[in-house]
């Protein structure tokens, strides 16, 4: 179906019927109420740290309206000036002195009108403040913090998908006394939050020697519960025909897991993995307690450093977090199908 | 060369015992049918062969060597599965070569063993293919050929034709007494189907809640039944059963009666039986006679009349009867209400005493065994 089929489906053939007027502006509002914070935050990290504070705020990023004027080394704002004949002129501030400006017009530089502060109003138009974008890729060490995040994300998820496949296996094709309490103890975890571990893991991490290194990021959380409650549900589906079939074609355990199992949970591997990613690439508080040099910072750390404890430089925070959004959109634009085939996939069949 | 032994092997899931010490041995290239009605453990049996379940007790014993805790993957048995049990995602060269590469052998002689499974189940042009991509018969094959590439010592089968249409199974059936002819090897067949058990087996088990009521080839298991559950079991339509009474047993013979007044004379005394005793007279309804005139053993009124073209099957009631199944060979212009009278050849008779196990009789002496 193609998109604006899909956009003027109906409840009925006839007339638009109410509930579709009710249904579409239902979506709307979840439209709006998902992308509203996506489109503003991209709008703002346009807008320079001035236009940023301003009061109202506007949607689009704007500044003033500047012009070069002969005479002067920098160029000048522009001004919408009330005239005393009360016609209105677009004049430039050359200076400021008290509650007058210095205001010229471009045309003739040497001419100086004296203008009071609330006579003038001042010109904007819409601009673009790329230096958002391109300042901090040169102070802020962008590219090493992004290669931090992706080296965590990708070793973090494809030693999560091997160790959380591997419980699951053991939990769903093994019959063993006190598979389901196991099950349950893993599952119970899930309601410690990290907030509560974080003191002794990060002792635990000390002890290793491991602080400020990138796996003190990766180890505590490869093992994640969900993961193992996800791939084992799914693992519970597959016929055991299959892995009995296995068994008698002399394959070992290690073969049926790699060879059969595997491939065969594909779709919530691939959930798993989008979650994983997610989880990874988001991850704030425990590589923050970690990871204090710089140099070891991963991207979510790295944007911490533009709040400052006195100034947040906001225009600089909003164009990298902009940034830090788009792989994970990318990721999530392409595995999304296997998110949802692989979510009806799992669970009881 | 395999010889299995099974030595009083029992099977319980936790306080519920589904095999209640069987004792049976297969010998090198005999093709034996598990059969029995479901839930008499015939499929559990089979597991425990293969080792994908382990005995309770008792103990199983393959060539001499007692491989009770083998593991399945060392028995070196093949097994089909009721659902083929294909892996979904390997081709079906890979599904037959998968068995193979696990035991280490070289490519060559892989591929040499898939391409003539292949071609001797016809599946050459197919061993690209994905399992999803073939029709039931060619899965099934698929199943079978990973089973003959690996030359195994003993073939399992597990129920294999029950997922084929009616039609398809039975020219699976052939393919199947084919091949053994073909590749000789010991098989092992479990089913529900009493047709599939008579046509392939050169010896049926047949089992009832975890114990075997009897064992022997099929021809004696039509002729001669041990008891009652195997002779109706084995036989379709299945033997007509009617419960009769011991009138008179004396050196003159048995009289036995049965319905409402009807007797039957026996030349001969029949074992332990005496005046007065309860016991079942089974005649199949291919061995029911329909007589014209002379003397007949009962009367009775079509109930319905079933023309198949080659044969015609009646059934009949009687007072004091339950429905009695006759087969008569060619189109018999017989319809519902007409009265037939019937006799039961003498040498075709089964008689089994009120628990059910079969009484011999002289008659039977005259029947093939």
């Known amino acids: 179906m193609s998109v604006t089929s899909a956009l003027a489906l109906r409840r009925g053939r006839g007339r638009l019927h109410w509930t579709d007027l009710a249904s579409y502006a239902y979506l709307l509002f979840g439209v709006v109420l998902m992308f509203g914070p996506v489109l503003w935050l991209t709008l703002s990290s346009f807008k320079t740290q001035a236009a940023l504070l301003e009061f109202p705020p506007s949607l689009l990023p704007t500044s003033q309206r500047e012009i070069s004027v002969p005479g002067f080394d920098k160029p000048l704002p522009q001004f919408n000036v009330t005239m005393d004949d009360g016609s209105t002129r677009v004049l430039a501030q050359a200076r400021r002195i008290g509650l007058q400006a210095q205001m010229i017009d471009p045309a003739e530089p040497t001419r100086i009108i004296r203008v009071a502060l609330d006579k003038r109003i001042p010109l904007r138009e819409t601009a673009f403040a790329w230096s958002n974008y391109t300042e901090p890729l040169k102070q802020f060490d962008f590219m090493r913090y992004l290669g931090n995040s992706v080296f965590v994300t990708v070793v973090a998820t494809l030693i999560t998908l091997l160790i959380n496949s591997m419980a699951a296996y053991a939990l769903s094709i093994y019959e063993f006394p006190g598979r389901n309490a196991t099950m349950l103890g893993i599952i119970g975890t899930l309601m410690i939050p990290i907030t509560i571990i974080l003191v002794p893991v990060y002792l635990v991490v000390t002890w290793l020697g491991l602080v400020n290194n990138l796996w003190a990021v990766i180890l505590p959380g490869a093992a994640t519960p969900t993961g193992v409650f996800l791939l084992r549900q799914y693992m519970l589906t597959l016929p055991r025909d299959l892995i009995e079939a296995a068994r008698m074609d002399k394959a070992s355990e290690w073969q ?6 595997l491939p065969l949970s594909l779709p919530a591997l691939a959930v798993l993995a989008i979650f994983s990613v997610m989880w990874r690439w988001n991850e704030f508080l425990w590589p923050l307690a970690v990871l204090s040099k710089s140099e070891s910072y991963t991207l979510q750390i790295g944007l911490n450093a533009f709040q400052g404890e006195l ?11 902009v940034i830090t959004l788009l792989p994970i959109t990318v990721v999530f634009m392409f595995l999304q199908r296997f998110i949802v085939a692989g979510i009806a996939n799992t669970g009881v069949k | 060369m395999a010889h299995l032994a099974l030595q009083s092997v029992t099977k319980s899931f936790g306080s519920l015992q589904i095999i209640h010490g069987i004792d049976l041995e297969v010998g090198d290239r005999e093709f034996v049918v598990f059969v029995g009605p479901s839930g008499c453990g015939k499929s559990t049996l089979l597991r425990l062969i293969a ?3 382990q005995p309770t007790s008792g103990d199983i014993v393959m060539d001499g060597r007692n491989v009770t805790h083998v593991p399945a993957s060392d028995r070196g048995l093949a097994m089909v599965f009721q659902s083929y049990a294909l892996y979904p995602h390997m081709s079906v060269y890979k599904n037959m070569a998968f068995g193979l590469e696990n035991a280490g052998l070289p490519r060559a002689e892989i591929d040499q063993r ?7 189940l016809r599946l050459d042009d197919y061993l690209d293919r994905k399992p999803k991509a073939l029709y039931g018969g060619q899965r099934q094959r698929v199943a079978i050929g990973r089973a003959i590439v ?16 009616a039609e398809l199974r039975v020219a699976m059936r052939k393919e199947l007494a084919g091949l053994h002819a073909e590749i000789g090897g010991t098989m092992i067949y479990v089913t529900h189907d009493q047709v599939e058990a008579m046509t392939l087996a050169s010896r049926i088990v047949v089992l009832r809640s975890g114990r075997i009521e009897q064992l022997g080839s099929p021809l004696e298991l039509y002729n001669r039944p041990d008891n009652l559950f195997v002779a109706t079991f084995i036989g379709s339509p299945k033997m007509n059963v009617i419960p009769a009474e011991v009138i008179a047993a004396d050196a003159g013979g048995t009289r036995l009666g049965f319905g409402a007044g009807n007797t039957l004379m026996l030349d001969s005394l029949v074992g332990p039986l005496v005046v007065g005793d309860a016991m079942s007279i089974g005649i ?3 061995h029911c006679e329909v007589v014209r005139d002379g003397p007949a053993d009962c009367e009775a009124v079509i109930d319905l009349a079933e023309q198949l073209g080659g044969e015609t099957y009646l059934y009949c ?3 004091g009867l339950a429905q009695l199944t006759v087969r008569e060979a060619g189109q018999q212009m017989k319809t519902r209400g007409d009265r037939v009278r019937l006799g039961f050849p003498r040498d075709r008779l089964h008689l089994f005493d009120a628990q059910g196990r079969a009484l011999r009789h002289g008659h039977e002496a005259a029947r093939p065994s």
């Open chain 1, 256 to 261: 049926i897991y790699a060879r059969i199992v």
């Open chain 1, 311 to 321: 100034q947040t430089q906001w225009n600089y925070l909003l164009a990298m977090t």
């Open chain 2, 51 to 53: 080792g994908l379940e």
């Open chain 2, 114 to 120: 898939v391409t003539r499974a292949a071609s001797m």
């Open chain 2, 150 to 165: 690996r030359d195994p010592k003993i073939f399992l089968f597990d129920e294999p034709l029950s997922n084929l249409d």
């Open chain 2, 284 to 286: 199949r309804p291919e």
């Open chain 2, 317 to 319: 009631s009687t007072p």
